[in-house]
């Protein structure tokens, strides 16, 4: 066992690691404040020939969810029916339950698909009414509901407002599909996530400005080179630890900081380290928000044994030693259902989750409070106290364009509130030098940056800062 740490660098602090937006006067709050007021403004009350969108560009656990609904009220405030569309059924039942808590006095219909029910946290709630038709919740305030839903839906008069939610895994071809339905809409989403899913090639439509691939953000501005997006700059999740790193190498040209300061979260355990490598980067992960470790340098395959197995073994001793979250809302012990394990692959989590039950760690989250596992993809939009990460490029041969994704790696990285502990296998630098980004440079399509050999590069730089040698289990 190991831990390396660059003499005479701050506790938390990789050497080279950018520090972020410049600090401001301005406290995180009232910064926010200031955001969201414009936004709603913008939004609520707009200047007469004011574009017909408005974009918000919203970081990792910045308030997305948050402003969404107090734009709903305030719609609703203002005399105004209102239409929203969400990407995934988890996403509107999610929301729908936060706008039905916080505002009882609305009246929310959850449209649904005819051969499928919300969840029961839409359900439990009196404001809330339930249907596949369209026809029957017409006259309520908010209506609700998935953009593959929407496109169905025949209105005889178009909904003024509309709120598109997670705008930017919307492609815009949904967009497209849906857009007869209003008037004016508030795009929000988060732009360093994971791009939009196709199943098809789209090489003939790279570098047009209705790439059906495009997310739906970019295709707006692309045809409305008016509109000005709008920033959230705070991340209320992401602690002091990580908004730096994960804002430098993720969100270059939109910077944002964390809510709070160096000494408002920690982890406390009940359990006392017993040498081993699992409880040094246990350790580390608590003290400094991150910890790498590290497994021998090797080529595998995709589900490894030995990965699988430590990342099992490092979310057991995380349960076992009793720790404890402090946070501004409070103290709270680490309960399984505040721990995820994320993964790039399904059959990588398949096999986690595997090695969990072996070791009897809850899986199944209709049994009880269980650890989340899953893959970046469906990781999207969800927060967690710890997560333990299989980095995608752990015992690789090569380096594609799949692991080399931008938000794959953002994703994976940024849904802790206190910590997140990385396992992998040594040599990744190397791989990632041996094998550059070799896309072709499409005419007409904007240079993604940073790009994702140079994210990873950049992450695994401060990691390396945090590592924990891991021989053998």
């Known amino acids: 066992m190991n831990t390396e740490q660059t003499a005479g660098q701050l506790p938390g602090q990789a050497s080279g690691q950018l520090l972020g937006p410049a600090t401001t006067a301005q406290a995180p709050g009232a910064a926010a404040d200031a955001a969201v007021a414009r936004i709603l403004a913008a939004t609520v009350r707009p200047a007469t020939g004011a574009p017909r969108g408005v974009v918000v560009d919203s970081p990792p656990g ?5 402003l969404v609904v107090r734009a709903a009220r305030e719609l609703v405030a203002a005399g105004e029916r209102l239409m929203i569309v969400a990407q995934t ?13 916080k505002a009882p006095d609305l009246t929310i219909g959850r449209l649904h698909a005819a051969d499928a029910r919300p969840g029961p946290e839409v359900l439990r709630h009196a404001n809330v009414t339930p249907s596949d038709k369209v026809a029957e919740l017409a006259e309520l305030d ?51 996530q994971l791009d939009p899913f196709t199943v098809v090639g789209t090489e003939q439509w790279a570098g047009l400005s209705y790439d059906p691939s495009s997310s739906a953000v970019v295709t707006l501005l692309a045809h409305n080179p008016q509109i000005e997006p709008h920033r959230l700059p705070v991340s209320w999740r992401l602690p002091a630890s990580a908004a730096p790193l994960i804002s430098g190498a993720f969100y270059p040209f939109t910077p944002f900081r964390s809510g709070t300061g160096p000494q408002d979260r920690r982890l406390t355990a009940a359990v006392r380290p017993d040498g081993s490598a699992l409880d040094a980067a246990i350790d580390r ?8 470790l590290e497994l021998p340098a090797r080529h595998t395959v995709r589900t490894d044994p030995q990965a699988v197995a430590a990342v099992a ?54 049994a009880g409070p269980a650890v989340t596992v899953d893959t970046a993809n469906r990781l999207q939009g969800r927060e967690y106290d710890v997560t333990v990460v299989l980095h995608p490029l752990s015992g690789r041969p090569d380096a594609t364009a799949f692991h080399l994704e931008t938000g ?17 296998r040594a040599g ?38 945090h590592r924990v040698r891991l021989g053998r289990l």
């Open 62 to 66: 910045a308030g997305k969810s948050t």
């Open 408 to 424: 794959r790696l953002c994703v994976l990285a940024s849904r802790h509130r206190h910590a997140c502990i990385v396992v992998a």
């Open 313 to 366: 073994a490092t979310v057991r001793r995380l349960l076992d030693r009793g720790l404890t979250a402090h946070s501004e809302q409070g103290s709270a012990p680490l309960t399984a259902d505040r721990v995820a394990v994320g993964t790039a692959h399904r059959d990588q989590a398949a096999a986690v989750r595997a090695a969990l039950v072996k070791l009897g760690v809850p899986v199944d989250p209709t």
């Open 285 to 292: 992960a608590a003290e400094h928000g991150w910890a790498l």
């Open 89 to 101: 059924n988890g996403q509107v039942d999610d929301l729908v339950d936060r706008l039905a808590a």
């Open 142 to 192: 908010v209506v609700i509901s998935t953009s593959a839903k929407w496109q169905w839906v025949r209105a005889e008069q178009p909904w003024r407002h509309a709120i598109v939610d997670e705008a930017y895994q919307m492609r815009s071809d949904a967009l497209l599909a849906v857009a007869r339905l209003f008037e004016r809409a508030l795009f929000v989403g988060d732009p360093g």
């Open 428 to 465: 990744i630098a190397e791989l990632l030098d041996e094998h550059p980004a070799t896309e072709p440079v499409q005419l007409g399509v904007p240079v993604a940056f940073p790009d994702g050999w140079e994210a990873n590069h950049r992450v695994l730089h401060h990691l390396s800062g």
